[in-house]
């Protein structure tokens, strides 16, 4: 008869990994941002319920990735490139659905919605293919993904969303203002953490891993921070 043997093994820390740390931290703060954001449903009204619910689904969504792609670099010390993007295709769309949520009020399509959501989805799968499937390309996908990315900021900046929030004026044009800020500048860290991971542009300077600590750094920006401004503008619109 065959002898079963059951291992259990956690995969152990180094105090020296920094990248490792950026993961554990992401955790925490992914949780605690989601139980921030569903403990604080029931002082909201119907309307801005689901735009500070949905906040807390793209941290926890983010939280349940971030503990398997700590579990991954602790075991493996290798990007987890594969639940990175996994995580990005669920949160980006998410992300795109609340700005259709406060620009609903005056009169946001569904052709936007889609719009934005089909475009986000061009960038992070051409962002796979430059990262994980032919990294010999990275710098074309790369491109592509960019301009899928430029197209984004456009529409928020300048196009349609932004002549919405226009007309919404007051908090909405002002929490729009803030949000297109975090989309400029807050997911250009994405492209430059790309370059990092990428062979050719500057891994030499800081070395492999430095990839996961910029997308780490940026993820607890853009998820919570995001969240935060959506959270702020349901508690401004109610007591007004
Ligand atoms: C919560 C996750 C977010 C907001 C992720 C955003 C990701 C990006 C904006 C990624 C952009 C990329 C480019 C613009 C070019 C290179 C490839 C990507 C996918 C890293």
Known sequence: M???FLTSEIA??????????????????????SAFFFLSLSQFDKKWRTSVLVSGLITFIAAVHYFYMRDYWTSFQESPTFFRYVDWVLT????????????KVVGA???LLWKMIIFSLIMLVTGYFGEAVFPGQAALWGFISGLAYFYIVYE??????????????????????ILCWFVLVGWAIYPLGYMLGTDGWYTSILGSGSVDV???IADAINKIGFGLVIYALAVKSQKA
């Open 2 to 4: 065959k002898t079963l």
């Open 12 to 33: 152990k820390l180094d105090p020296t990994d920094y990248v490792g740390f950026t993961f554990f931290v992401g955790c925490m703060a992914m949780m605690a941002a």
């Open 92 to 103: 980006v769309p998410l992300m795109c659905v609340e700005f259709y949520l406060i620009l």
């Open 109 to 111: 399509t569904k052709t």
């Open 156 to 177: 928020i900046w300048l196009g349609s969303a932004k002549k919405l929030a226009t007309t919404a004026g007051g908090d909405i044009l002002k929490s729009h203002k």
């Open 214 to 216: 910029a997308y780490n």
